[in-house]
């Protein structure tokens, strides 16, 4: 054990002499290296007491945005996605953009991928979906993955409204990568290879150019991913990045208290000195259910609300080309 704790020296080999580069080996089961042109790479590190391993690393022929197959000394596959230009990001950012101009901005929708249709949150999200398409009559935005965001889909699709969502390959929960999604046409979302990307694309789907776009987001129960979406934007709320000259509505949906806590927290932010008082509060508009946002939104957008609080609406909502089902 000692000697594992010890700083290791090593010695870099390779088949291939002009490589550029050393690094220090470690004994783990995966390591990741850029790497342009050689096919096997030995790493020799050395520890106390004349001790020495050698690693050796086989690299598949390489091709021109693949990720590699990277075989170690356990047997092990990894595939490995390689970011080789700053344009393949870019490109990826233009590609959501095209899927915007093409599905019309909207609500973006927030949440955890894990709450399945078992799950109370589930249910009501699917509800608010349907009653916000309703009322908006926009494109409903997700991450199109499963969760939250799906019945956030179902419940847009449930209303006859478009849904677009920018896919990751591997949401946080799931033990399989998918480039695909279960049941949306192709045509209809994106699938990413970068998040910075994908977050591109949701904040693009909510920004208003005009009065008579009526988008919003909103942020329904979820984990570190949800929060991560939801305090990037909320950043660009206040640094007025988003919405200087139109708002964009932000929805904390409290389902069951669910962001109680986290509400409190901010309110010792103000105790603290790390924001001013009221800030956050004027940031975002905090839901305890389903009636108070359909409310919110109504309001805000000068709607009309059925005497239930829910959008009134007359038979079943078509677009140019027909009903949408996507089942």
Same mark, same amino acid.
């Given at each position: ?33 850029? %790497? ?7 790493? !020799? ?55 915007? %101009? ?103 789907? !909510? ?121």
């Amino acid at each position: 054990m000692n000697r594992m704790m010890q700083k290791p020296h090593s010695l870099f080999q390779s088949d291939y002499p002009r490589l550029g580069f050393s690094m220090p080996a470690s004994l783990v089961s995966q390591i990741y290296l850029r %790497n342009s042109c050689q096919r096997t790479v030995r790493f !020799v590190p050395f520890y106390g007491g004349g001790r020495r391993r050698t690693l050796s690393f086989k690299f598949s022929e390489l091709k021109p945005h693949n990720p590699w197959r990277i075989s170690v000394c356990k047997g092990e596959l990894v595939e490995v996605g390689e970011r080789t230009s700053p344009n393949e990001v870019r490109k990826e950012i233009e590609q959501c953009y095209e899927l915007i %101009n093409k599905l019309g901005r909207g609500v973006v929708y927030l949440g955890s991928s894990r709450m399945g249709p078992d799950h109370s949150h589930y249910l009501q999200a699917l509800e608010l979906g349907k009653e916000i398409a309703n009322l908006l009559g926009c494109t409903s935005w997700t991450g199109a993955g499963p969760g939250l965001m799906d019945a956030a889909i179902k419940g847009a699709l449930q209303a006859g409204k478009p849904v677009g969502g920018f896919k990751i390959s591997k949401e946080a929960g799931q033990w399989t990568a998918s480039s695909f999604h279960p049941y949306l046409p192709s045509e209809t979302y994106f699938t990413c290879r970068f998040f910075s990307a994908r977050k591109h694309g949701l904040v693009d789907a !909510v920004v208003r150019s005009s009065e008579s776009d009526r988008t919003a987001v909103v942020a329904l129960p979820g984990g570190i991913g949800t929060l991560d979406e939801v305090f990037e934007i909320l950043a660009l709320i206040q640094l007025q990045r988003i919405g200087s000259e139109l708002p964009v509505p932000f929805l904390l949906m409290n389902y069951d208290s669910f962001y109680s806590k986290l509400l409190h927290f901010l309110s010792d932010c103000e105790c603290w000195g790390a924001v001013c008082k009221g800030e956050v509060e004027s940031l975002w508009k905090v839901c305890n259910n389903n009636s108070e946002a359909l409310s919110y939104l109504a309001e805000f957008y000068d709607l009309p609300l059925g005497d239930n609080g829910k959008c009134e609406t007359t038979g079943l909502v078509t677009t140019v080309s027909g009903p949408i089902s996507y089942s």
